[in-house]
C-alpha cells in the first residue's frame, strides 16, 4: 500500500492529477486509518520529493 501512495505523491508533484499537494494530503487524512496516517504522509512526501528532484534534473 505505501507503494501506492509514494507514487500517488509523485503523480500529484508531475501535476498530471490536477489536485494540488494540500488537497491530496487532506484527502489521505481524511480516509486513512490513524494507525498507518503518519506512515502515508511520509509515503506520499517521499514520492512528491523524489518526483520534485528528478523534474529538477
Keep these: 500500500m505505501s ?3 509514494v507514487l500517488l505523491g ?3 508533484q508531475s501535476g498530471r492529477l ?3 499537494r494540500e488537497t491530496m494530503l487532506e484527502a489521505i487524512k481524511r480516509r486513512t486509518k ?3 496516517l503518519p ?3 511520509k ?3 517521499m514520492g ?3 518526483a ?3 523534474s529538477k534534473g
Design 3 to 5: 507503494v501506492n501512495i
Design 10 to 12: 509523485a503523480l500529484v
Design 34 to 36: 490513524k494507525d498507518f
Design 43 to 45: 509515503a506520499f512526501d
Design 52 to 54: 520534485e528532484k528528478a
Design 48 to 50: 512528491f520529493e523524489a
Design 39 to 41: 506512515m502515508n504522509i
Design 18 to 20: 490536477g489536485f494540488t
